[in-house]
């Protein structure tokens, strides 16, 4: 990509498009197409055929997608399905019509099975059953991910997926309902301080094992693999380590300055025994994660504490 290339990076204000787009801007891109919901739905076909037929982008990160943790997953299954094929069809489509020459579709690692080997490669997808609780987002991702490999063996063009692991910081969902463990637990353990709470309750058991990567990291990863010109098998972008719930919270009350007990409701799901990816393929193309877990909380709370007011939570 050169300063001027065309780069469209679909869903630019959440967590992944954010430091993507800063990421392009700190290495001096300065033709970047970004659109708010608002001003192009991409869940509506004529609105993203009109704009690609129009822009013509040369290189599109799709980050766009209806995300969420378990609670949401668990209660709205048909949108997690239904919204994010929209997406997925709609961009990678009207990408292949009007030419464009790298596309970056961002999978997830809860595509592969629910009892995967562990850690988990990129050749484990589609090998068994999927964690029932978020399986209709997977099937969606995974619909994603085989379209790309579609275009490009059909057609020759150079779409790419990457499997990113679990996410946080900057621009993320700290609802308590809506949003991914990490996030949720700097909201609950920062509000149970300020309330001068004695406990803070953790869903599940705190025994499963995740693994987490700052943003920043991840926007780097991306556009690192995207300057990779005929570079289009799948990879998973992660930092090859996990940490189990339990410790995780520990760790969050000790950077939120929480002094109270941990208790953990057995009565909610664990989702996923183990969620941990391999990331030889990433590494051997020369790319490793700088961030470690404590930096990365660390940061996400302070930006946590300078935007609260303006968060809806």
Same mark, same amino acid.
């Given at each position: 990509?050169?300063?001027?290339?065309?780069?469209?990076?679909?869903?630019?204000?959440?967590?992944?498009?954010?430091?993507?787009?800063?990421?392009?801007?700190?290495?001096?891109?300065?033709?970047?197409?970004?659109?708010?919901?608002?001003?192009?739905?991409?869940?509506?076909?004529?609105?993203?055929?009109?704009?690609?037929?129009?822009?013509?982008?040369?290189?599109?990160?799709?980050?766009?997608?209806r995300v969420g943790g378990i609670h949401a997953n668990n209660t709205y299954p048909?949108?997690?399905?239904?919204?994010?094929?929209?997406?997925?069809?709609?961009?990678?489509?009207?990408?292949?019509?009007?030419?464009?020459?790298?596309?970056?579709?961002?999978?997830?690692?809860?595509?592969?099975?629910?009892?995967?080997p562990q850690p988990m490669k990129e050749e484990y997808l589609l090998t068994g059953?999927?964690?029932?609780?978020?399986?209709?987002?997977?099937?969606?991702?995974?619909?994603?991910?085989?379209?790309?490999?579609?275009?490009?063996?059909?057609?020759?063009?150079?779409?790419?997926?990457?499997?990113?692991?679990n996410l946080y910081g900057p621009n993320d969902n700290f609802d308590l309902q809506?949003?991914?463990?990490?996030?949720?637990?700097?909201?609950?353990?920062?509000?149970?301080?300020?309330?001068?709470?004695?406990?803070?309750?953790?869903?599940?058991?705190?025994?499963?094992?995740?693994?987490?990567?700052?943003?920043?990291?991840?926007?780097?990863?991306?556009?690192?693999?995207?300057? %990779?010109?005929?570079? @289009?098998?799948?990879?998973?972008?992660? !930092? =090859?380590?996990?940490? /189990?719930? *339990?410790?995780? $919270? +520990?760790?969050?009350?000790?950077?939120?300055?929480?002094?109270?007990?941990?208790?953990?409701?057995?009565? %909610?799901?664990?989702? @996923?025994?183990?969620?941990?990816?391999? !990331? =030889?393929?990433?590494? /051997?193309? *020369?790319?490793? $994660? +700088?961030?470690?877990?404590?930096?990365?909380?660390?940061?996400?709370?302070?930006?946590?504490?300078?935007?609260?007011?303006?968060?809806?939570?």
């Open positions: 990509m050169e300063a001027d290339t065309k780069i469209y990076v679909a869903g630019h204000r959440g967590l992944v498009g954010a430091a993507i787009v800063e990421r392009l801007k700190k290495s001096g891109f300065t033709n970047l197409l970004l659109r708010t919901h608002g001003e192009l739905d991409l869940i509506n076909r004529d609105q993203v055929e009109g704009f690609f037929n129009s822009e013509k982008p040369d290189y599109v990160f799709l980050a766009a997608a048909v949108d997690f399905i239904v919204d994010n094929l929209a997406i997925e069809l709609n961009v990678i489509s009207a990408a292949y019509a009007n030419h464009v020459k790298r596309l970056m579709f961002l999978g997830s690692s809860c595509i592969y099975p629910k009892l995967c059953s999927l964690e029932p609780t978020n399986e209709p987002y997977a099937v969606a991702k995974i619909a994603g991910i085989k379209m790309c490999e579609a275009y490009n063996r059909q057609y020759g063009t150079e779409f790419i997926s990457v499997m990113p692991t809506n949003s991914h463990v990490l996030p949720a637990l700097i909201r609950k353990f920062h509000d149970a301080k300020e309330r001068g709470d004695e406990k803070v309750v953790v869903w599940g058991t705190g025994t499963p094992r995740r693994e987490f990567l700052y943003v920043d990291d991840m926007a780097d990863a991306c556009v690192y693999v995207m300057n %990779k010109s005929g570079f @289009t098998d799948r990879v998973n972008i992660g !930092v =090859g380590d996990d940490i /189990s719930i *339990g410790e995780l $919270a +520990e760790l969050v009350g000790e950077v939120v300055g929480y002094h109270g007990r941990l208790e953990f409701d057995t009565s %909610k799901p664990d989702g @996923t025994p183990q969620k941990l990816l391999d !990331v =030889g393929r990433l590494t /051997s193309l *020369g790319w490793q $994660a +700088e961030t470690s877990l404590k930096d990365g909380i660390q940061r996400t709370y302070q930006w946590f504490l300078e935007n609260r007011a303006h968060l809806r939570i």
